[in-house]
């Protein structure tokens, strides 16, 4: 019996875009529609002048660098269907397929705009506007950058109920210290089975309402993280409702494998196509709301588009995605709904947070690449700071105009972590960039220096951020905006070798100050070790 099967492609709707571009345009930007790094590497790249294929999703940038002019290809919507790019070279021509997978040939697309300019910086910027009021994305307030405390990156699934309440009454003797947290939520590992949400572990005896109220009593925002959309088939409302879910062409339940250890190991996505199933999701979140909870951290939603057999035949994974969500918001509009692991522009006009980066980890870099204890840790798929930065950094056009973006969280502790504190300085630059600083840092157990580097992540933000310089076969080392409204630099060496950078490069004028690390008022330059970074701003 064969392994595989040759089959036709289904019919969806494709169009081709020629580019009238040079011989040696290269690619300049691509990008992955979730926190996954698709690409392993730089968003930017050069084509040579080899024949070759390039993929994206959501956008696409070309461009003829010499002469500074750029084509921009993304979709505007992604209400029934993802969009997925193909940057075609062959000889001289250069061209972009467009492919929408879920849209029939004879269906209207999602809509698609063409932009040209002489900066591909500002085209992303532009485009992220033009999408945002695409998919009808309110303004997003980020006056003020977003704190909170997590336990995942701490204690991961084994957190207990006396874990959580010792680190929130630490999170309450600071509130009037270096770090103010916002927002405290509990991460996995309270409830009884994946997709249980509203059963309590044995390991947290006391009632989740009750939890709730502490932490509204002390003074912040109680947050919770579920997996809305999904079960494992572990839990009880699989056992009870099987109908509820997503099934294979033979009728079957969509199983898939989750990364949760086992009973909880198979994963199934609810069908929310089905009224009874919208029901359900409401109920659990308005008894969480009930509760006092008014932070949601929605994880796993990358697997909640399988492209099974629905209730709802004339549905999408898109389009039944959308309103799962949709009901959630419905249940919880006062809520504060955290996106982790989507597709992006499928929870547009839906969330106020999304992550934009991988898991982080203890260490600077993914512990199967390098010779460290492996302890505890998830992985492979929580990476390591330098990995989380990076794909931070790739999406910065994103923040405050699609959501709030979430970095992950920073890292800044010296216990319990294998990082050190150049590398604490670039795990606290993703909060720079983004405005968003939770931690999943012990204050209870966190030294005063490294506290105060977390009330430096929490209280200054980057605001108009821009890459600098930044090269096809290189991460860029800069990101250039105002601090306060004065010009100012953020500065990262994730390299090996120290580095010494110009300030009037960046188009400083006037004595400057560093504030990250801080190292006072500076004249002409700044030099770096490895792994570390700097806020410069005129004084």
């Not at 879910?245 to 994963?267: C, L, Q």
């Not at 949709?326 to 106020?352: Q, S």
């Not at 260490?363 to 998830?378: E, G, T």
Request: a negative charge.
């Amino acid at each position: 019996m064969n392994d595989y099967v040759w089959m036709d492609p289904k019919p969806c709707y494709q169009k081709y875009l020629k580019l009238n571009l040079a011989h040696n345009a290269v690619l300049v930007y691509r990008s992955s529609n979730n926190m996954n790094a698709s690409f392993r590497g730089a968003n930017l790249c050069i084509t040579c002048g080899f024949d070759a294929l390039y993929t994206s999703q959501d956008v696409i940038v070309v461009g003829d660098e010499p002469r500074n002019r750029y084509f921009l290809v993304g979709a505007l919507t992604a209400n029934r269907s993802l969009t997925y790019f193909a940057l075609h070279r062959m000889g001289r021509n250069l061209g972009v397929t467009v492919t929408q997978p879920m849209i029939k040939p004879d269906e209207t697309p999602e809509e698609v705009v063409v932009l040209e300019g002489p900066d591909w910086r500002e085209l992303l910027v532009q485009y992220a506007e033009m999408s945002a009021k695409a998919m009808n994305v309110k303004p997003i307030d980020a006056t003020h950058n977003l704190t909170g405390y997590c336990t995942w990156y701490y204690y991961y699934a084994d957190v207990t109920e006396a874990d959580f309440l010792e680190n929130l009454k630490a999170l309450k003797d600071n509130q009037n210290g270096p770090y103010k947290a916002q927002v405290v939520q509990i991460d996995d590992g309270y409830q009884a089975f994946q997709g249980d949400w509203l059963d309590q572990d044995p390991s947290w005896p006391t009632p989740l309402e009750t939890i709730g109220k502490q932490i509204s009593d002390a003074g912040m925002i109680p947050g919770i993280w579920t997996m809305p959309l999904l079960a494992s088939t572990a839990s009880r409302v699989f056992r009870e409702h099987p109908d509820w879910f997503v099934k294979d062409t033979n009728g079957n339940p969509w199983i898939m494998p989750g990364w949760s250890p086992a009973p909880d190991h198979e994963w199934v996505c609810l069908d929310a196509t089905r009224d009874d199933v919208i029901e359900h999701i409401k109920h659990v979140f308005s008894t969480f709301r009930k509760w006092g909870f008014r932070y949601f951290k929605m994880d796993g939603l990358g697997f909640c588009l399988p492209d099974g057999v629905r209730m709802d035949k004339n549905a999408t994974p898109v389009s039944a995605f959308r309103r799962g969500l949709n009901a959630i918001r419905e249940a919880v509009p006062d809520a504060i709904l955290l996106g982790c692991g989507a597709p992006f522009m499928a929870v547009l006009g839906i969330v106020d947070s999304c992550r934009v980066s991988l898991d982080t980890s203890r260490y600077w870099m993914n512990p199967f690449f390098v010779d460290i204890p492996l302890n505890c840790d998830p992985a492979p798929s929580h990476m390591g700071i330098r990995e989380v930065w990076h794909t931070t950094l790739g999406n910065w056009w994103k923040c405050d105009r699609w959501f709030r973006a979430d970095p992950d969280v920073i890292m800044a502790r010296s216990d319990n972590a294998f990082y050190t504190e150049g590398e604490a300085r670039i795990s606290a630059a993703g909060a720079l960039l983004t405005g968003v600083a939770i931690t999943s840092d012990h204050l209870g157990r966190i030294t005063p220096d490294r506290l105060a580097l977390l009330g430096r992540a929490a209280s200054l933000r980057l605001r108009d951020a821009r890459p600098h310089n930044w090269y096809h076969d290189r991460w860029p080392m800069a990101f250039t905006g105002k601090v306060n409204g004065k010009d100012a630099v953020l500065l990262i060496n994730d390299s090996e070798v120290e580095i010494t950078y110009n300030l009037a490069d960046y188009n400083l004028q006037g004595p400057c100050e560093e504030l990250l690390q801080p190292m006072g008022k500076l004249e002409n330059s700044i030099t770096l070790p490895p792994h570390d970074a700097a806020l410069v701003a005129v004084i």
